[in-house]
């Protein structure tokens, strides 16, 4: 198991799959550090603010849970809030499966557990053919470690540093200009910024629900809209 994961590291793609990750690093680190200030700041421990870092390695799902936790929402209204906005992974894991679905599900699940958006647009560049190949995992990995480190690191910092942090630097203006950096550079084609927008007005719209429900509203209309925009008015690819 040693060698493997030695020659896991020293591989060329490793190395490639982390480097192209460097350049957002920023931005998902000030997200780290805005959502580990803000767990502690909405009433958890640190120790189950540490759990919720490790465990739920999301970041659009804790931030949009810990409003509701603060306000004591039902149980029911959370998980659906969650499963609403991780509802994306159900797409890239039907991708990726593509690629990994040979391996055993031990690895299958742990390859799972470092998924995020990112990740999945670099590799889906670096590997356009839908089919297992050498270097996917070792590039997956680079990828994945280098993401992991830049959300965990600041994450803890700020879970840990919260208490020193006053309440009115706006911590949540900030984490919002996180979350729209990286949201920005995911709209790469006509489609995605369609969907965005209608999450926006919806978003808006239905701002006076209870219990925050217009983040399911949003959700549930852009994910609509895509699926019709896919359907009645598809992409044209250039063929160069």
Known sequence: MNREVAALWR????????????SIGLGISAWGLVTGVAMVKSG??????????????????????LPLIASGAPLWVLWATAFCVNLRFVIFSAQWRMYFGHLPRLQRLSLAYFAADLNYV?????????????????????GAAWTWASWQVPSIIGILA?????????????GVLALLG?????????NAWVSGAVASCAAVAAYGLPL????????????????????????????E
């Open 122 to 142: 670099a590799f889906m560049r670096r590997y356009p053919e839908p089919k297992p190949g050498p270097g996917q995992i070792p590039y997956y990995a680079g």
């Open 182 to 190: 990286l949201a920005f550079s995911l709209l790469k084609d006509r």
């Open 44 to 65: 958890l421990s640190v120790p189950l603010a540490l759990l919720m870092s490790l465990v739920v390695f999301a970041g659009s799902s804790q931030l949009a849970a």
């Open 212 to 239: 925050r429900l217009n983040i399911l509203v949003a959700i549930s209309v852009a994910v609509a809209a895509g699926l019709l925009m896919e359907h009645w008015l598809p992409e044209r690819k250039v063929h």
């Open 11 to 22: 591989h060329p793609e490793f190395r490639k799959g982390s480097r192209e990750m460097m």
């Open 162 to 174: 919260a208490d020193r942090v006053p309440t009115e630097w706006g911590l949540g203006f900030a």
